[in-house]
């Protein structure tokens, strides 16, 4: 007797059953399974609900043959254990996910100018649908034509793709938010420690920083260099210390504590003769001695709203652009400010 490798088993849930089990058409079931739009949001629970239900999974390959397209997406970042770059790449691979695609990483070198091209090139190889650039560094212009969609986070590089979506710049307003936080506190100015000058995060806070100085009057004192790292702000905090100084926004956390404790070292009281601000709000800021306020970027917010960009100009590439929305801004005020002791 032949048997075959199915026997005793039920068929695979089609499309077709999981219309019957929603009460609607295959061709809606198509849409929802496809994210194209006019589905309302009840009829695409249940379609999803159904195909929960019977125990439905779309046929990827099929769909990528009759649609063109692979339902994924590329992303490029750079390979760092930074906070920053690391808590925004989760962010996307959440938004990715949700949206129904799958996800390509290629990760590059700080100070390899050839990366980000080899990697755009790599991913392109793969067939992706859309690519995203979360990638912090200026490495330079790149000559490359890309053919599919592409989403910077950040300063736009240098090539051509039939859209390219620029999403999630807050540095600026963020640091914005943070110097003038200090000036409202009656500080006469805010001192500055940057990120590395190639970081387009750093040059976007600086910026934002004195901008909001100049918008007050204020003094813009010598920008302070540092490198994300706690030891550099401790540095930065060692030759701030010796000044007359009494508000420090730092470009991230890390510097931020390391400059606390230099300033303790040197026996200014925080916030009581210093007032410090950070940027990003990482895990350990609500923690140490005392703890730092310091704005927080929205990573998932800024990721979400990105996402929904490159997934709309993927599936309607003859549709006008969807209006960008603006991510949240945060302040988490703390114990590390307090107003001018002068």
């Known amino acids: 007797m032949t048997r075959s490798g199915r026997s005793g088993s039920s068929p695979a849930p089609s499309s077709k059953d999981v219309a019957l089990a929603a009460g609607v058409s295959q061709k809606t079931v198509s849409r929802v399974f496809n994210n194209e739009q006019y ?18 999974r779309p046929n990827n390959a099929a769909r990528a043959l009759a649609s063109g397209r692979t339902r994924s997406i590329g992303v490029v970042t ?11 790449l989760v962010g996307i691979e959440r938004a990715v996910q949700n949206a129904g695609y799958a996800l390509r990483v290629v990760s590059t070198l700080e100070g390899d100018p050839a990366g980000v091209a080899g990697a755009v090139e790599s991913l392109l190889e793969q067939g992706v649908d859309g690519i995203v650039i979360s990638e912090p560094i200026d490495e330079g212009p790149l000559a490359l034509q890309v053919d599919v969609p592409v989403l910077v986070f950040g300063a736009p590089p240098s090539f051509t793709a039939p859209r390219l979506i620029t999403a999630g710049v807050v540095s600026e307003e963020l640091a914005r938010l943070a110097t003038n936080h200090l000036l409202d506190l009656g500080h006469e100015t805010v001192h500055h420690i940057a990120g590395p000058r190639r970081w387009y995060a750093a040059r976007d806070r600086t910026e934002g920083w004195r901008q909001a100085l100049r918008a007050r009057g204020a003094v813009v004192p010598p920008v302070v260099d540092g490198d994300w ?25 890390d510097m931020a504590i390391g400059l606390i404790r230099a300033l303790l070292e040197a026996g200014k009281r ?38 929904r960009l490159l997934v709309h100009a993927v599936e309607q590439p003859q549709a006008d652009d969807l209006e960008p929305e603006d991510p949240p801004l945060d302040l988490v005020v703390r114990a590390s400010t307090a107003r001018n002791p002068g």
């Open 270 to 307: 925080v916030p009581e003769d210093v007032s410090v601000v950070g940027f990003d709000d990482t895990p350990i800021s609500a923690y140490v001695t005392p703890p730092l306020t310091t704005v927080r970027q929205p990573f998932d917010a800024m990721a979400a709203a990105g996402l």
């Open 78 to 88: 750079l390979g760092t254990g930074l906070y920053g770059p690391a808590s925004l």
């Open 39 to 56: 589905v309302s949001a009840d009829v695409r629970r249940r379609v999803l609900a159904a195909a929960e239900e019977i125990g439905y």
């Open 229 to 253: 790292s706690a030891r550099s702000g401790h540095a930065a905090g060692r030759v701030l210390a010796a000044d007359d100084v009494t508000a420090v926004f730092a470009a991230n956390d």
